[in-house]
């Protein structure tokens, strides 16, 4: 890869990897307490199995975003690194989605089903929650983008090879 074509693969990797990092930080620590009818309850992330898998699935991500930062230019990995970044942007995709759908419901309530929305009573944690999905939002944009890219510049020459 040509130097600016490296500059701006790193500037994207970094911008994915802080993201990521910074939704997994975020979620880790929302946690609030309340009352509610003279019963107190404390909810955090791990209450909730989709706030678990964004939290791990940010944190696998965070860290592969981590070690490619490391990855020589010539080296014949950025091949490999095309395929993961297509399986960590499909990951962090399934995480937020599941993610979003808790937290519409903690917002919103389903009146059909009988659940009441949460939001009222734990704003500080639904605000925290808010933060961490926006993150994650950014991070899975960042890899998208740094997927086009590998696509178009590692995976273009070999197309345009003649046998």
């Known amino acids: 890869m040509g130097k600016t074509k490296r500059i701006f693969t790193l500037l994207l990797r970094l911008m994915a990897f802080a993201a ?85 419901v903690g917002k919103k309530g389903n009146s059909s089903a009988g659940w009441l929305p949460v939001c009222g009573q734990v704003p500080k944690y639904c605000h925290q929650v808010t933060g961490a999905l926006v993150a994650g939002f950014i991070g899975l944009i960042m890899y998208l983008l740094l997927l086009l890219y590998s696509i178009h510049t590692i995976l273009n020459p070999l197309l345009l090879q003649k046998t």
């Not at 080296?75 to 399986?87: E, G, I, K, P």
């Open 20 to 104: 990521t990092l910074s939704a997994t930080i975020v979620m880790v620590s929302s946690h609030e307490t309340a009352s509610f009818f003279a019963v107190s309850f404390e909810v955090k992330y791990s209450d909730t199995p989709a706030f678990k898998y964004f939290v791990i699935a940010n944190a696998i991500v965070s860290i592969y975003g981590f070690l490619v930062l490391f990855l020589p230019s010539e080296s014949l990995l950025w091949r490999l690194v095309v395929a993961l970044d297509m399986v960590f942007t499909l990951l962090l995709g399934s995480s937020i989605s599941a993610t979003l759908a808790i937290a519409q």
